[in-house]
């Protein structure tokens, strides 16, 4: 513990500390012009379901509420569904592509990546909407092919067919 | 009472850092193994939708059954007053509470999503045996913890009975609870039968007793202790007593099963044609497990050799995983009856006896947590005092002698 | 961990016009007679919880189920994106046809199996976090954000209707979220039931095929068609030692 005795040497780690951060805020800086931009308002009043900056800080407490509710009772309201806020968020780019929660030009991905927040949610769920997931998935597609291609996707390397 | 001298080891060899850098090493290398797992999906291993639990269910289910039963000889001291085995008593704590976090950092591991294992400790399904599970083994753990503790601080002495009756019930529960995960499976042939629990009861006495003798025999030899005779053939006849009850079990489960045409068809297949599980049972389970180790423990000269105590110990172990992996996994590999008497074929395995081979993942998780188990006896020895200095003919019988006439 | 809502939460009332448009070309098609090929139960409100008045269930008509047709299978595969990744011993299967024979005299019977959605379900039971459960209107479900991938209720299960999915997964399919290391199985086309679909995708499938085999409905509706057929030809349970009583019943076997 000797190196904390020394202020000299608190003050070099948190200069580097801060040097670290910079590529940071300048990545966030880049990235957030290119996430493409929500369909469409809400509605008249609102532009998200809720006031942005509640949902900034809070989505996850909707979305938490909603899945027991929509698991469990069946109930299907879209205000705060996770397909619904992936249906309006996740719109093409210019090239008409969409982005994947890998890419960090995904809305959720952009944000996340930035706050070093994870989430498991696309593990499971669709991260495009349907339209978007419908066409990168070929169902012609050979099966050793499409296996490849998922592990090509998570860099998992060469699959020994079974 | 209080005439054993109790010490821990001397950790400052260079033997004690080789062995417990390997078994640290061979832990870690488990966890790796169990994180690829995790990484690249269970396809990775050799279980699929048929044998839904592996070679990790073999090993943890053998170290939590062996941990209830290592506990066995703080129970016969503290709980049937046979003051001979009480020197004994707080190893065999330990061993227990080592070798079922070891189970239980297996069981964990190989869970499809271990990352959400808080999910387990907040959110209990009541009817499932697996969630009593949860806190028999949790709370096995905090019992023996304490039991320990009124072991090792003199003026806790004197609930020394009451927490071992508890301990002693507490563990009776949780094979009972262990047998019934698969006791209580009404779907599948070779499962759904209430002897499953005392099955599971008399096995972790003996696999607890089998562990016991060799870790006791290792960590004497490698500290330069005594260990007399005496002790270690009151062990050893225990242990024997111990694998003829699991013959009677298994004999009793067989008979009940080749009674009922019903079960002829897992019945066969475990005795007879079932290739690598037919095997293991008479080969591995009732040879190498029961019959070989009866021979050296009961049957002069070899009874009377340390060597041969050992080897018995090493064949029950050897034999008590080869039992589990047939009851696990063989019981998962003979097809699932749907429609009584008739031939079932599907895309799904239907019909067909399911093939496993372990994969070099499960077997490295499972090996990584039995070591852990070890590690955390290494250092728990070497910490605390948890070993009597001397377990010499002389030393017990002056043990004995002055507790008697107290 | 729950997290409480501080704010009132007034939702807005997209999803109710939603339903009274559905509502209404449901009673338009009621209307005209002879129109209504199977059973048209109004879809429910959006946001009114799934009640024990209904219990769905289907009925296996194994008489005209084909041996060589598996279009059932295929439409489950396509409706939820279950891939054949070339490991039968790991894919996921929710649907299956089996084939039955008798040894005594040859005889085979074709069969769809699937999830049976039990009233008493033992998957329910064993399954520690209580992730397997039953919705009240009998539908048996994995929740996937308490599954911990333990797989006992794939030993519990006396149907082998479960799968486990044993690798990452991309491109799933906004109404059917599946993921590595959870357990799944037939959910009976939830979505499509919440809908008012009132029909599954492999039942579709099968009628599209002109086979008829697999009829959709609600139990505890004595007017419903497959309420109808069970009072009328009667229907078996398979392993209906068990007591399970099953959503699913079959015809011919």
Not at chain 2, 50 to 57: A, D
Not at chain 3, 28 to 40: D, K, N, R, S
Request: glycine share 8%.
């Amino acid at each position: 513990m000797r190196i904390l005795k020394s202020k000299w040497h608190i003050l070099v780690c948190l200069i580097i500390t801060l040097i670290a951060y910079v590529p940071m805020f300048n990545a966030f800086a880049e990235s957030s012009a290119d996430i493409p931009k929500p369909k469409s308002n809400y509605s008249d009043e609102t532009r998200c379901v809720e006031p942005v900056a509640i949902m900034r800080k809070q989505h996850f407490v909707y979305l938490l509420e909603h899945r027991d509710k929509t698991v469990i009772e069946g109930i299907r309201t879209t205000q705060y569904s996770l397909n619904a806020c992936i249906d309006c968020h996740i719109t093409p780019n210019a090239e008409g592509e969409f982005a994947r929660y890998s890419d960090d030009t995904h809305f959720c991905a952009s944000c996340h990546q930035f706050t070093a927040v994870n989430i498991d949610c696309f593990q499971c769920h669709a991260d495009r909407p349907e339209e978007a997931i419908r066409k990168t998935r070929n169902p012609n597609t050979t099966v050793t092919a499409h296996t490849q291609e998922i592990h090509e996707y998570l860099q998992l390397g060469e699959t020994q067919p079974h | 009472m209080e005439t054993t001298r109790f010490s821990s080891i001397d950790a400052n060899s260079l033997q004690y850092w080789i062995l417990l850098g390997g078994l640290a090493l061979a832990t870690l290398v488990g966890v790796l193994a169990a994180h690829h797992m995790d990484l690249e999906g269970h396809h990775i291993s050799g279980m699929s939708n048929q044998i839904v639990w592996g070679f990790p269910h073999v090993a943890a289910i053998f170290l939590i059954i062996a941990a209830s039963g290592a506990l066995n000889v703080a129970s016969i001291s503290s709980v049937f007053g046979k003051t001979d085995y009480k020197p004994l008593a707080r190893m065999s704590g330990l061993l227990a509470i080592a070798l079922l976090v070891g189970g239980l950092a297996i069981l964990v591991l190989d869970l499809g999503r271990p990352d959400l294992l808080i999910v387990a400790m907040t959110k209990y399904n009541f009817k499932s045996i697996f969630a009593w599970n949860i806190f028999l083994y949790t709370g096995f753990i905090v019992i023996t913890v304490i039991y320990l503790w009124m072991m090792m601080e003199r003026k806790m002495n004197k609930f020394i009975k009451v927490t071992g009756f508890a301990a002693f019930l507490w563990r009776l529960i949780l094979t009972t609870g262990t047998g019934s995960i698969f006791g209580f499976l009404v779907a599948r042939q070779a499962y759904d039968a209430a002897i499953m629990a005392p099955l599971f009861v008399i096995m972790s006495f003996a696999f607890g007793m089998a562990t016991f003798i060799l870790v006791l025999m290792a960590s004497y030899k490698w500290t330069h202790r005594t260990l007399g005779d005496v002790m270690l053939s009151k062990l050893k006849n225990l242990l024997g007593i111990f694998v003829a009850a699991i013959l009677y079990f298994v004999l009793a489960y067989h008979l009940a099963n080749l009674y009922a045409t019903e079960h002829h068809g897992i019945e066969r297949f475990i005795l007879l044609d079932g290739g690598i599980y037919t095997f293991l049972f008479w080969a591995g389970h009732i040879v190498i497990g029961c019959l070989v180790p009866l021979a050296l423990v009961f049957i002069k000269p070899m009874s009377q050799s340390r060597g041969m105590t050992m080897l018995a110990a090493g064949l029950v172990i050897m034999g008590g995983i080869a039992q589990l992996y047939v009851i696990i996994i063989g019981g998962q590999a003979y097809p699932l009856v749907l429609f009584p008497g008739m031939e079932e074929s599907s895309s799904f395995f239907d019909g067909v006896v399911a093939e496993y081979t372990p994969s070099i993942f499960e077997l490295l998780l499972g090996f990584g947590g039995i070591c852990l188990a070890l590690a955390i006896v290494t250092v728990g020895i070497a910490i605390l005092e948890f070993l009597p200095e001397s377990l010499s003919d002389k030393a017990l019988s002056l043990d004995s002698a002055r507790s008697n006439s107290i | 961990m729950r997290y409480k809502l501080d704010l009132d939460i007034e939702e807005v009332n997209t999803d109710r016009r939603d339903f009274l448009r559905r509502a209404a070309t449901v009673g338009g098609l009621a209307i005209a007679p002879g129109v209504i090929l199977y059973q048209t139960g109004a879809a429910k409100p959006a946001d009114q919880a799934v009640s024990s008045q209904q219990r769905w269930g289907m009925l296996v008509n194994t008489n005209v189920c084909q041996e060589d047709c598996d279009a059932c299978v295929t439409a489950c595969n396509e409706e939820h994106g279950l891939w054949d990744l070339g490991r039968p011993e790991t894919d996921a299967q929710w649907i299956r046809k089996l084939n039955v024979k008798d040894k005594q005299t040859g005889h085979v019977t074709s069969l769809p199996m699937m999830c049976q959605h039990c009233e008493n379900p033992p998957c329910v039971d064993v399954c520690p976090t209580g992730a397997s459960f039953r919705r009240e209107d009998g539908i048996v479900l994995v929740d996937k954000h308490t599954c911990i991938g333990c797989r006992y209720c794939m030993l519990a299960c006396p149907y082998k209707a479960r799968s486990f999915v044993h690798e990452p997964l991309q491109d799933q399919l906004p109404h059917s979220p599946r993921g590595k290391g959870c357990v799944e199985s037939c959910t009976l086309c939830v979505h499509k039931v919440d809908r008012g679909d009132n029909n599954t995708a492999c039942a579709e499938a099968c009628a599209k095929d002109g086979h008829q085999a697999l009829l959709f409905g609600d139990l505890n509706d004595p007017s419903s068609e497959i309420s109808k057929q069970l009072k009328q030809h009667g229907g078996t349970q398979i392993r209906a030692d068990l007591g399970l009583n099953t959503g699913v019943r079959y015809q011919g076997i």
